[in-house]
């Protein structure tokens, strides 16, 4: 009876009920959690460096942004540097313009023969001076950007965001807010802004060119664009030497094209050199004058760390997400699509650089071990440096393609290049990066890590990132800037025109050693 008196009263009472019950549904949490732990493996460590430092990587840091919107953010809500001394040409009101014009170059002469016999010899650093532009070609483009760049309605003719695309080539906004940063703050050390032209081995037009091309009305962009022209053409220093020591950024393709003929001799910053014709007319680019910059990766960072835990993930061999019907060289895509065929461990897909798009290739690349990159409209594309910074081996279709700092840097190191002709026969390709060993990937991996901060942007800029690589690649060409502006200025009409050598082979790596 007294069992049976426990029995009943445990039944009809609810309180004890309802413990039993919360004790059992506490215990099968626990269990559950104890059980996810011990069987789900850790997730890659995908930093976006946006937003974050990236622990074990020296060469990042919390006080640095790697984010073009929150560095620009920052940058204009601070207070204007004030102007100092300044040799800059506001509105030229001199009678004799070419007065000014051999003041400057005379003393230009004597700051240069003054280095020569002394020990300021050395390359490095250089010195540019910046141009102080009215804030119409400069601040005001900036704050349009930054009071337009939620508005990812705004499409290209081919369906690419525009905010993203001025993303991508925002290379002259993080070189000029270096040059004009206090000393005090900067880090790069390769080049140091000077206030006397007299005293300058290169002068900058920050002249924003994609902004300008992109979020103005035609009419208005072209208006600007003559401006600019009329601007710079009437410094005494771009009439010494006929622009040749002046650095215009031209990254996007489209941008500047109603007045590129009038800057010709000048250095442009661009993201490749098209010789088909189709973006760049003879005459107006050379790897001997122009110099090659990365477009900004638009995928978050794999570094070192997050290599080594991801190989084993890495279970797709090819990976590609992109536009597969392009113009110019381009074209190859679609033969690429059906000479590589079906395979379970190769993806090919139709995309875009939009929000869509981003996401995909932010899943795919990180899986990936190798990421095709071939040409599109341009030899180049910001597809490459999307896979480096996740860690992905680019394999290289593009015959015509120049690489950015390729005096410094080898990318037979981190990349495969293939020729075009190779590449469309069937199953060729699938089969070649079959034959790659595991241990030459290891070592292309580890060699991504080492170069991925090569392609950083950020602010401040850092030792080695790629702001720091423009001024070492710059230095290298001042003598023959200085050669051609000398020659200029000496030869009679009856003189021989300048001679020019542009030699191009293919961009085709050897066959690996088995």
Not at 385 to 412: K, M, Q
């Amino acid at each position: 009876m007294a069992g049976g008196r426990q029995y009943s009263s445990s039944s009809t009472n609810p309180n004890f009920t309802r413990s039993q019950f919360l004790l059992i549904i506490i215990t099968l949490t626990c269990f559950f959690l104890i059980f996810h732990i011990f069987t789900t493996s850790p997730p890659t460590k995908s930093i976006s460096y946006s937003h974050t430092s990236i622990p074990n990587q020296p060469f990042l840091n919390p006080n640095v942004q790697y984010s073009f919107v929150n560095s620009l953010q920052q940058f204009l809500n601070k207070p204007r540097i004030p102007r100092s001394r300044d040799d800059t040409v506001g509105d030229p009101v001199s009678d004799d313009e070419q007065w000014e014009v051999r003041k400057l170059d005379d003393l230009i002469w004597r700051t240069e023969t003054a280095r020569v016999y002394s020990d300021e010899s050395k390359l490095l650093p250089v010195r540019v001076y910046v141009y102080e532009m009215p804030v119409k070609f400069t601040y005001d483009m900036l704050s349009l950007y930054l009071n337009t760049y939620r508005e990812t309605v705004n499409l290209t003719s081919n369906g690419s965001p525009v905010h993203r695309l001025i993303e991508q080539h925002s290379v002259d906004y993080w070189l000029w807010a270096d040059l004009i940063a206090p000393e005090s703050e900067r880090k790069v050390k390769s080049v140091v802004r000077v206030h006397n032209q007299e005293d300058a081995d290169l002068f900058y037009v920050p002249f924003f060119t994609t902004i300008s091309y992109f979020l103005l009305e035609k009419q208005q962009c072209k208006t600007l664009y003559r401006e600019a022209l009329k601007w710079v053409t009437e410094q005494p220093a771009w009439k010494r030497s006929e622009g040749r020591d002046h650095i215009f950024p031209i990254h996007h393709p489209w941008s500047f094209k109603s007045v590129r003929k009038f800057f010709k001799n000048a250095i442009w910053l661009l993201p490749d050199m098209d010789s088909t014709g189709n973006w760049y007319k003879p005459g107006q680019v050379s790897l001997e004058k122009d110099l090659i910059l990365p477009y900004v990766p638009n995928l978050d960072l794999c570094d070192a760390k997050c290599l080594s835990e991801s190989a084993s993930r890495r279970t797709t061999l090819l990976y590609f997400r992109g536009r597969l019907k392009r113009n110019a060289g381009g074209k190859i895509r679609s033969k690429l699509g059906s000479a590589i065929g079906d395979a379970d461990d190769v993806i090919i897909e139709e995309g875009s650089i939009g929000e869509a798009g981003k996401i995909a290739a932010q899943s795919g690349m990180p899986k990936s071990v190798f990421c095709l990159s071939p040409a599109g409209d341009t030899p180049s594309s910001a597809r490459l440096f999307d896979a480096i910074v996740s860690g992905c081996i680019p394999v290289i279709v593009s015959d015509e393609l120049e690489l950015p700092f390729e005096g410094i840097l080898d990318y037979r190191k981190i990349s495969i290049f293939v020729s075009s002709s190779d590449a469309v026969q069937p199953g060729w390709l699938f089969s070649y990066l079959r034959s790659i060993k595991p241990s030459q990937i290891k070592e292309m991996q580890d060699n991504l890590a080492k170069y991925v901060k090569h392609f950083l942007y950020s602010h401040p800029a850092q030792p080695l990132g790629p702001e720091d690589l423009v001024w070492r690649m710059m230095a290298g060409k001042l003598v023959n800037i200085k050669l051609h502006i000398r020659r200029s200025q000496r030869v009679v009409k009856e003189s021989r025109s300048i001679c020019m050598c542009d030699c191009r082979r293919p961009n085709v790596t050897s066959p690996l050693p088995q």
